[in-house]
C-alpha cells in the first residue's frame, strides 16, 4: 500500500526535518548522543518568553547576593554555619581559593537555570554554573533560524546569533580564549569545537586538561567541574596565573556556585532578612514563588520541642517512613560529586520503593560531612504537545512530552555593572512516560521561539 502524499504543512516539516538533519557538524555535537528532531522550534506565550527574558538579572543578582552571605559568614557577620555547610566535603586548597582576594566578586560569567514547565506555572529545579549545550543551543538557534518553516520563520529566542555573541562577549578584551575540557566533559567536546570554529579558531582554542601554554592576557573558560581536579593536569596552573591576574578565568574557582544547596539557603528562615536587604522584596518573592522548596539534609540531632520546617519531621531517618504518596520529592547531591550533574545522584521519592528510598536516605544522612544531599519539593511537569520526525517513515510523529527549559544568560561588565543578557534557550521534551526530564536518545530537542 502506498503512503498517502504529504500536505503543504507536512512537506514543510520534512524540508526542514532533512535541512536540519543535513547542517549537522561532521562530528555531531554530542559524543556518542542522538536526539529526535523537531521540524520546528519549541514555541513559548508571549508572556513566559517575557518571563524568562528578565529572569536573567534576578539569577544574577542571587548569585552576587549568594557571594556577598558566604563572605559574610567567613568573616562571622552571617552565620558561620553557612561557609561551614558550602565547604563541606572541600580540600584545603579549594576553599582557599575561593576566599582569596582575587575572585572575591567574581561569579559565573554563564549562568542556566534548568526550568521545568507545570501545571502551575514553571519550576526552577537548580543552577549549572558550568552548562552542557552552549554550543548545541547555538547550532540549533543557528539552524532553525535559517530553516524554511512553512508561511513564516518564528522568532527565535535570542536570536539566530545570540548564543554565539553571548559566549564571545563575556571574555571581554582577551586577545586568545582557550577553553579548556576535562575528560569527564569530554560528552561536550564536539559542540565547544564547533562553537569555537564558528567564532574563528584563531582566538577560541579547545585544549585539553593538560594544556598549560597560557600567555599574560589570555582567557581561560573553564569547562570542568571542581570535583574533577585531580583529573586535570593544568589546573593548578590556570588557578595560579588567575589570582596573579596574569588571565582572566570564568567561571571562578568557587566551589560554592556548584551546590544544589544555594536553594536550601534562599528558603531558610534565618537568613530572610539578609535575602530581602540584598535582593530586595520584589526579586525574593519572585524567587520564592519558582524556587521550590529546599532543605538541606543536615542529620544534626534537633531539640525535641522543634520539627524540620514545612515536613513537620524531627529527625531526618523519619523521611523514611513516609508514604510513597507523601513522597512527591526529589533527593540529590548537592554538588562537588561525580554524581551530582546530569540525572546521576537523583531520587524521586513517589517512585521509589519503600527500600529503595529508605537506602537513598541512609545513604544521604551518611554522607553528609563529605558529599551533602539536599531535599527539594517535586512539581510534576506538565503534558505538551510536541512532535518529531522519523526519517526512516518519511512521517511527523506527534507526541505528548514533559519538557525542561534551559535559558543560558551571558554576564558582561565589572562591579556594579554587571549585566546579563539571554543567549538562547534550549527545550528538552522527554516521553510522558518519563518521570525525570534529562537529555536522552528519546527526547526531542530544539531551540525556543516566540
Known amino acids: 500500500m502506498e503512503n498517502s502524499p504529504l500536505t503543504a504543512d507536512q512537506n514543510a516539516a ?45 539569577l544574577l543578582q542571587f548569585y552576587r547576593a549568594t557571594n556577598l552571605l558566604y563572605r559574610k559568614s567567613v568573616e562571622g557577620k552571617q552565620p558561620e554555619w553557612v561557609a561551614r555547610w558550602l565547604d563541606l566535603g572541600k580540600p584545603a586548597d579549594l576553599v582557599a581559593l575561593q576566599r582569596s582576594p582575587a575572585f572575591k566578586n567574581d561569579v559565573p560569567r554563564v549562568i542556566r537555570p534548568d526550568i521545568l514547565l507545570t501545571e502551575n506555572g514553571f519550576s526552577i529545579t537548580e543552577l549549572d554554573s558550568v552548562p552542557g549545550g552552549i554550543g548545541l543551543t547555538a547550532w540549533l538557534n543557528q539552524t532553525y533560524a535559517k530553516a524554511e518553516s512553512g ?57 585539553n586538561s593538560k594544556f598549560e601554554d597560557f600567555a599574560e592576557g589570555d582567557a581561560v573558560y573553564r ?111 548537592s554538588g562537588f560529586s561525580e554524581n551530582a550533574w546530569g540525572a546521576r545522584g537523583v531520587y524521586l521519592g513517589s517512585d521509589l520503593s519503600g527500600a529503595d528510598w529508605s537506602a537513598a536516605v541512609d545513604a544521604a544522612l551518611a554522607s553528609f560531612d563529605r558529599s551533602p544531599s539536599v531535599l527539594q519539593r517535586f512539581h510534576k511537569p506538565s503534558l505538551v504537545d510536541a512532535s518529531w520526525f522519523d526519517f526512516a517513515k518519511n512521517e511527523v ?54
Not at 589570582?243 to 556548584?258: A, C, D, G, N, Y
Open 14 to 58: 520534512a524540508e526542514n526535518a532533512r535541512f536540519l538533519r543535513a547542517a549537522l557538524p561532521p562530528g555531531g555535537l554530542f559524543a556518542g548522543m542522538d536526539w529526535k528532531t523537531s521540524p520546528a522550534p519549541f514555541p513559548l506565550g508571549e508572556k513566559l518568553a517575557a518571563e524568562i527574558e528578565s529572569l536573567g538579572r534576578v
Open 397 to 450: 510523529v506527534p507526541m505528548k512530552g514533559r519538557t525542561r527549559l534551559c535559558p543560558y544568560y551571558f554576564v558582561t561588565g565589572e562591579g556594579d555593572n554587571l549585566r546579563s543578557a539571554l543567549g538562547g534557550v534550549l527545550a528538552t521534551i522527554v516521553p510522558a512516560d518519563k518521570k525525570i526530564v534529562h537529555g536522552m536518545t528519546d527526547a526531542v530537542l530544539a531551540p525556543c521561539s516566540v
Open 151 to 207: 508561511k513564516r520563520k518564528p522568532a527565535i529566542l535570542g536570536s539566530a546569533d545570540g548564543m554565539m555573541r553571548g559566549f564571545e562577549s563575556i571574555f571581554g578584551d582577551a586577545r586568545q580564549v582557550h577553553i579548556v575540557v576535562s575528560e569527564e566533559a569530554a560528552t561536550y567536546r564536539p559542540e565547544m569545537e564547533w562553537l569555537a570554529d564558528q567564532l574563528g579558531n584563531s582566538k577560541f582554542k579547545i585544549q
Open 223 to 333: 569547562f570542568f567541574e571542581l570535583f574533577d581536579l585531580p583529573n586535570v593536569a593544568s589546573a593548578q596552573k590556570i588557578f595560579e596565573l588567575a589570582v596573579e591576574k596574569k588571565i582572566r578565568l570564568t567561571p571562578p574557582p568557587k566551589p560554592m556556585f556548584e551546590e544544589k544547596m544555594l536553594f536550601a539557603l534562599l528558603w531558610n528562615r534565618n537568613l530572610q532578612s539578609f535575602w530581602r536587604q540584598e535582593l530586595g522584596e520584589g526579586y525574593l518573592a519572585r524567587l520564592k514563588k519558582i524556587v521550590p522548596y529546599t532543605w538541606l539534609v543536615d542529620p544534626a540531632p534537633l531539640p525535641p520541642h522543634t520539627a524540620i520546617p514545612e515536613l513537620n519531621l524531627t529527625d531526618w531517618s523519619q523521611l523514611k517512613a513516609m508514604s510513597q504518596r507523601e513522597r512527591d520529592l526529589i533527593l540529590k547531591v
